[in-house]
């Protein structure tokens, strides 16, 4: 039987079958959730063998890393491209941001279980670490631009804060039925917008006397 070889190079048929094999576990995954899933189950979606899965993945949770750092990629580099212009206003952009995020993980709903559920590589867990970064750091640049004076590290807790409430909510809507889910994305964007329209209104108006 082949055995998976990390530094073997593959060629355009072989990258074709590692992506195969990335879709048909994201679907086994998104059904079955990161615990209920098994490589076999992955290979019967995929139409292969174990056997030939094996020769790219080494085990479940090397394809639970791969899917979870691709999408942290994808939706970073979503979460960037927002507004890159800066045309949006402070609540059009954050409301922008909140709704990318939303959309994603609405679409990918295995990418949430293996964020939680899944013993990811140590690469995979720094390609999360940046995702949530790349957020906390849209609302600290916003934050910024409307307050000059606000000093980094305040906008920078802030946006913490905001990010710390949104995988909050996150937690519950991923679990709800789908007929609540509107309204679950529709309170994530008021908790965060009233958390951070006080630090906005507060910090214009000044120290009181």
Do not use: W
Request: aromatic content about 6%; charged content about 25%.
């Amino acid at each position: 039987m082949a055995v998976f070889n990390p530094n073997r190079k593959r060629n355009a048929r072989g990258e074709q079958r590692q992506q195969d094999l990335l879709r048909a576990a994201a679907a086994v995954f998104g059904r079955l959730g990161y615990h209920g899933t098994t490589t076999n189950a992955i290979a019967t979606e995929a139409g292969v063998s174990p056997a030939t899965l094996y020769q790219f993945f080494p085990n479940k949770e090397a394809i639970a890393s791969a899917l979870a750092s691709m999408y942290a990629r994808e939706m970073a580099e979503a979460e960037r491209a927002i507004d890159s212009e800066g045309r949006l206003s402070f609540t059009e952009a954050v409301g922008e941001l909140i709704d990318v995020c939303m959309s994603f993980n609405l679409r990918r709903p295995e990418f949430h279980t293996l964020v939680v559920d899944a013993p990811l590589s140590a690469s995979a867990r720094e390609d999360k670490h940046a995702l949530g970064q790349v957020f906390v750091d849209f609302i600290t640049v916003r934050l910024r631009r409307e307050l000059p004076t606000l000093s980094r590290s305040e906008a920078t807790h802030h946006g913490q804060v905001a990010l710390m409430i949104f995988r909050g909510i996150l937690d519950e809507l991923a679990a709800a039925p789908p007929r609540v889910r509107a309204r679950l994305h529709q309170a994530m964007r008021d908790a965060i917008l009233r958390y951070l329209d006080p630090v906005l209104i507060e910090t214009k108006a000044g120290p009181r006397s």
